[in-house]
């Protein structure tokens, strides 16, 4: 049996693969931010005897990626020996790996990018996560990864990262509701003009022409309006195509199943 799991700021989903050819069982919990409480989650698995795990966490890993460096939505896990101790409780080896890595690699193999080259993949949900994919392989990269992490300025005394505006975070703390739960087309007609913005420099700093996005934001937006502002404003003469993830939840799962089957 082979164990996969993406561990998200809000939701943790888990995947079963018997053979690295399919996910025979999915499931969604609540995340546990106490680090002690989520390992305690995961000796639930202890007794299936795992030959391998694949977790994605929202984070930034140390070079040997054993440790999360950087996790703003799961601050208890932040330097804890994170490999070390879910290698104990499994008892077989565990891949660690950043979640939207690993959702922009199951897009390329199973979802909305397995007829593409090239592409951006971000995951909108909590915090904002991404990759850039290249023949159905993760870019060379350094540390991963983080578009939620860059700037976007409004004057010399007003700027801020994109996470602080736009993320699912960012929304429930201005509106005190989850972000499903806002029903004004105005807020998401202006929502989405924020992040036409923010995709335009995607597609400017990558060098892509097509962006998929999953995360549970996407589920709220209308991607024919995305690409007509996207390409509206986009100052190379380049058609930009804005896809929603067919994986949805799952993404980051499949990009488990891929991580595992290349390690075998």
Not at 6 to 16: C, E, F, S
Not at 73 to 88: G, M, Q
Not at 251 to 258: E, M
Request: net charge positive; with cysteine; charged share 25%.
């Amino acid at each position: 049996m082979y164990l996969l799991a993406d561990i998200g700021g809000t939701k943790t989903k888990i995947g079963l693969s018997k053979n690295t050819k399919n996910i025979y069982k999915k499931f969604i919990f609540d995340t546990l931010k106490d680090y002690s409480q989520f390992l305690e989650f995961i000796k639930r698995y202890k007794n299936l005897k795992i030959k391998k795990a694949c977790f994605g966490f929202p984070g930034v890993f140390d070079k040997n990626k054993e440790k999360l460096l950087k996790a703003p939505n799961l601050k208890d896990f932040e330097n804890k020996n994170l490999k070390r101790d879910l290698e104990k409780i499994l008892d077989c080896k565990v891949i660690l790996e950043n979640d939207a890595l690993l959702a922009g690699l199951g897009e390329a193999e199973f979802g909305a990018g397995k007829n593409y080259k090239i592409f951006g993949y971000l995951t909108i949900s909590t915090g904002i996560g991404g990759a850039k994919i290249v023949n159905k392989k993760i870019e060379d990269n350094v540390f991963g990864f983080e578009p939620g992490h860059s700037f976007l300025i409004f004057n010399l005394d007003n700027f801020t990262e994109v996470e602080n505006i736009i993320s699912g975070r960012a929304l429930e703390e201005i509106f005190k509701t989850k972000p499903e739960n806002i029903k004004e087309k105005n807020f998401w007609r202006e929502y989405e003009l924020i992040l036409s913005l923010f995709l335009i420099n995607v597609s400017l700093f990558w060098s892509v022409n097509l962006i998929i996005i999953g995360g549970s934001i996407s589920q709220s937006l209308n991607f024919k309006n995305l690409n007509f502002l996207v390409n509206k404003f986009h100052p190379l003469p380049i058609q930009v195509k804005i896809l929603k993830s067919k994986l949805k939840n799952f993404s980051g799962l499949y990009g488990c199943l891929l991580k595992i089957k290349e390690m075998l």
